[in-house]
Structures are given as C-alpha cells and as structure tokens.
C-alpha cells in the first residue's frame, strides 16, 4: 500500500464517540474521499483536511442535537449539509492562503520585466495601508464586493478609494523623483 493510499483511509479521529451524532459520523466517513478530492483540488493540499471535516463534524453534530432537543425537524440530507459545511471551510482556507501569499512585483506583472517590477515595487512604497491592501487583494484575485465587505463600504467606494490612493501615489513618486531645491521636502503635500 503506498502513502497515498493510506493518506485515502478514513482518519484515526473517525471513532464514534459520545459528542459526535451517529449519522454525522456516517455521513463523515462516507464523504472522506470526497473530501479529500476537493481539498486537493481547491488547495492542492491535503494535509489539513482530517482537522476541517473533523471541526465539520463537530459543529453538524451540535446542531443536529440542538435541532433534536428543541424539537425541530431534522436536517434534509445530512450527507449533502456536512458536505456544504466543509465546502466553506475549505473556501476560507484558500482565502486565507491568497489573502497572506506573499507577493513580488514579478507576481504582479504577465512580462517579468525588471523596470515594470521596480515601478511596481516602488508604487507599493508609496501606497498608504488601505490603498495597498486593496492592491493586494485585487492582485490575489479578490473581486470589488468581496473588498468591499472586508472594508465594511460599497464595492464603487472600494474602488473609487483604491484608483484615489494609486493617483496619489503616483503623484509621490513624481514628486520624490523631481530634483530637490534645498530646504524642500519632497513628501510634503
């Protein structure tokens, strides 16, 4: 049996126990290889895939038995609901690894060429901190609305702050860049 193949068995965790729900359990254990397809495919990584379908479990199982005891109807199906649960947390880790990759100007641009990296580079030193973040998330991938409600504004303010910042950024660095007469900052605004 190669790694692989046991990494594919259903891991240690998966006993039944008094605080994991039975069909919970079942419902885990029959989606483990499912799981795991998705979290290679999304994260192309599997190593923390036991710990999320595990807190999954978990957070079904309280609310299947705080459905049972207040009496509600039960979950449709439990399979598909675990499967949705886990889908999320699988999303947040990815958003998570975009939101904190590190980036390089070479990241940033299609041509690795070394004067567009260096004006790049140089355009992130003059950003302020917000204008930089939403650069940074635009280059991860983030679209407006996703800024926006991490800004906790509308998704035109979000852009509208972003192409603000830029401007003035660029105003900076042509300003620094121009010679200096003596007894003048060139950051002064």
């Not at 079942?26 to 799981?35: M, N, T, V, Y």
């Not at 830029?166 to 003048?184: C, F, M």
Request: with cysteine.
């Amino acid at each position: 049996m190669t790694s692989r193949s046991t990494n594919r068995d259903a891991p240690f965790w998966m006993q039944a126990s008094e605080r994991v729900e039975p069909d919970v359990f079942a419902a885990a254990a029959a989606s483990w290889e499912w799981a795991l397809e998705y979290s290679e495919r999304l994260l192309s990584d599997t190593s923390e895939t036991a710990e999320m379908l595990e807190a999954c479990v978990h957070a079904v199982s309280r609310v299947v038995a705080g459905r049972r005891d207040a009496g509600l109807r039960k979950i449709g199906p439990l399979r598909s609901y675990l499967c949705r649960a886990f889908m999320r947390r699988v999303w947040k880790a990815r958003n998570r690894r975009l939101r904190y990759a590190p980036l390089t100007p070479t990241d940033l641009i299609d041509d690795p060429d070394l004067d567009s990296a260096g004006l790049i580079e140089q355009l992130q030193a003059f950003m302020d901190l917000q204008t930089l973040t939403i650069f940074q998330l635009r280059t991860a991938g983030e679209k407006w609305n996703v800024i926006a409600e991490k800004l906790g504004t509308s998704p035109h303010a979000a852009e509208s702050r972003y192409h603000y910042g830029v401007s003035r950024a660029r105003k900076r660095i042509l300003s620094h860049n121009q010679p200096q007469r003596e007894g003048h900052s060139s950051l002064e605004e």
